[in-house]
């Protein structure tokens, strides 16, 4: 095509006018670029750190209830929920623990865990009723690890009469995911502390009392937490719709979630300046260009040239800056961003990447840039279609 070989040609013998447009396609997307990636490390910094933290999806259900197996079924209907377990009143949940000789009483919580809980790594969970999870900082206080025996007691009739269980240290978890003298255990060991201080008969410990065939079948709390970060503040709003009285991290992530709109509404305002400046800037180099190269487009009419090899010829042109400048913008954008994060790395209180720029984001601004250089490109080509091959002799 004669227009493309003119184009190259004509680019080739006077490259200034070309560079000159690259370099102010360069200045608006690189700042641009840079700007949007500082605000998605920062705001993905924050929600990441929020994701890594069981703590941000629990929805802590405060006070006892009683929940019956219907009510737990309303619950568990709920959309967005990633994790729940039912738990006993708060004086079931409390406990002794010590060595399997009874020897270093100290006080813990109980806390009931199952498949898919939160708190515990992929291969943490535990293989039977015989087993628990114990925190770092109970392991420390009794001076036990990983596959030792211990057991936790509780009293009843006025702390004449003590049920102990054995148990063995399946796990031991860090301070980094819950702080305290804690034991998990299955729902079924806690059932059975709850009962036995409820004067219940447990036939299998060799504790004697009402039959446990008349005990009710209700619970008085929940280990509840939503499956991401984005249905906590609805399934937060869901709790208390039902009646309970919910604390949660709702609140911090809505303030996360608004600050990302404000910082890319700010973001998005100085780009959309630095756009007007650009399109102002590339559209009066590309009518220079096209006063520059009035001639040419005559003599490409004298030749017998349709209009749409005479438009084509600016067409190029215009593409040719938009895809140099373009690439140019986006390595140079890369280099400055992975300087910055060797050089701030941490700046957080983290690890996580000051410059974070998804590759979506950036053909996202690059297909913006590109469309605006070819819709201007387009625009002058069609004002070129108006040059008549006489024109090349006007001045003569």
Not at 17 to 39: E, F, G
């Amino acid at each position: 095509m004669i227009a493309l070989d003119l184009a190259i040609k004509s680019i080739l013998r006077s490259p200034k006018p070309n560079i000159a447009a690259m370099i102010a396609l360069i200045s608006v997307l690189v700042p641009t670029m840079l700007l949007w990636s500082m605000k998605v490390g920062f705001i993905q910094s924050m929600l990441d750190e929020l994701r890594t933290s069981p703590a941000s999806l629990e929805i802590r259900v405060k006070g006892d209830y009683v929940l019956t197996p219907d009510k737990l079924r309303e619950i568990e209907a709920l959309d967005g929920i990633g994790f729940i377990i039912p738990t006993a009143r708060y004086l079931a949940s409390r406990a002794f623990a010590s060595h399997d000789n009874g020897r270093g009483r100290t006080p813990v919580s109980l806390l009931p865990t199952g498949t898919g809980d939160p708190l515990l790594q992929a291969g943490e969970g535990l293989a039977g009723k015989g087993d628990a999870i114990i925190t770092r900082d109970l392991a420390e206080k009794l001076g036990l690890g990983v596959g030792d025996a211990f057991e936790i007691s509780t009293n009843r009739k006025k702390q004449r009469e003590l049920l102990r269980i054995p148990l063995t240290i399946a796990n031991v978890i860090s301070r980094e995911t819950v702080v305290g003298q804690w034991v998990m255990v299955t729902p079924s060991v806690i059932q059975e502390v709850e009962a036995f201080i409820d004067g219940f008969a447990l036939p299998d410990r060799g504790k004697e009392g009402k039959p446990l065939a008349e005990r009710p079948d209700v619970y008085s709390g929940l280990r509840l937490y939503a499956d991401r970060i984005e249905h906590v503040a609805p399934l937060a709003n869901e709790m208390t719709r039902l009646g309970f009285s919910v604390q949660s991290n709702a609140a911090r992530i809505e303030a996360i979630q608004q600050l990302d709109k404000i910082l890319s509404g700010i973001v998005l305002a100085i780009g959309l300046v630095l756009f007007v400046g650009l399109t102002l800037s590339v559209w009066s180099g590309m009518v220079i260009q096209l006063e520059r190269l009035r001639p040419h487009v005559a003599l490409l009419g004298l030749m017998g040239q349709g209009l749409f090899g005479v438009s084509m010829f600016f067409v190029f042109i215009g593409l040719f800056n938009a895809l140099g400048g373009i690439l140019l913008a986006d390595g140079l954008t890369l280099l400055l961003a992975w300087l910055g994060n060797m050089q701030f790395q941490g700046v957080y209180g983290n690890f996580a990447a000051i410059f974070a720029l998804p590759v979506r984001h950036i053909a996202l601004i690059d297909a913006g840039a590109f469309l605006l250089q070819l819709i201007l490109a387009s625009f002058v080509a069609l004002k070129s279609t108006y040059i008549r091959p006489g024109d090349l002799f006007r001045g003569y």
